[in-house]
C-alpha cells in the first residue's frame, strides 16, 4: 500500500512539473527604426549622414557596394538595402 501511494504521489508531481513552462527570453532582431526616420533617407546622401540616421549596420559585407540593415517590426525583420558608390547612396530597396 505504501508503494503505492510514492507511485501516485510521483505520478502528481512529474505532472505537475510538465505544466510548468519555462521563461522565454524575447531578443531583439534587426534595430529599432521608426517610419519617420527611414523617410529621411535619400538617394545622394552621403554615407555619414546615413550612419548618423540609422546607426552603424549590424550586417556588414567589406567587398560589396551594399549596407544592409535588418529592421524589426515587431512580428517580423525587414531587410533594408542601401546600394553605394563608396562615398553616396545610389539606390535604395
Same mark, same amino acid.
Given at each position: 500500500?505504501?508503494? $503505492?501511494? $510514492?507511485?501516485?504521489?510521483?505520478?502528481?508531481?512529474?505532472?505537475?512539473?510538465?505544466?510548468?513552462?519555462?521563461?522565454?527570453?524575447?531578443?531583439?532582431?534587426? #534595430?529599432? *527604426?521608426?517610419?519617420?526616420?527611414?523617410? #529621411? *533617407? #535619400?538617394?545622394?546622401?552621403?554615407?555619414?549622414?546615413?550612419?548618423?540616421?540609422?546607426?552603424?549596420?549590424?550586417?556588414?559585407?567589406?567587398?560589396?557596394?551594399? *549596407?544592409? $540593415?535588418?529592421?524589426?517590426?515587431?512580428?517580423?525583420?525587414?531587410?533594408?538595402?542601401?546600394?553605394?558608390?563608396?562615398?553616396?547612396?545610389?539606390? *535604395? #530597396?
Amino acid at each position: 500500500m505504501k508503494m $503505492y501511494r $510514492y507511485l501516485l504521489l510521483s505520478v502528481f508531481l512529474f505532472a505537475g512539473c510538465a505544466a510548468i513552462t519555462p521563461y522565454e527570453r524575447t531578443i531583439q532582431q534587426g #534595430q529599432l *527604426i521608426e517610419d519617420a526616420t527611414l523617410e #529621411q *533617407i #535619400q538617394v545622394g546622401m552621403s554615407l555619414t549622414e546615413v550612419q548618423q540616421l540609422l546607426g552603424q549596420s549590424t550586417i556588414t559585407e567589406s567587398s560589396s557596394n551594399r *549596407i544592409d $540593415y535588418a529592421i524589426d517590426r515587431g512580428d517580423r525583420v525587414e531587410l533594408l538595402s542601401i546600394f553605394h558608390d563608396g562615398s553616396q547612396v545610389v539606390d *535604395i #530597396q
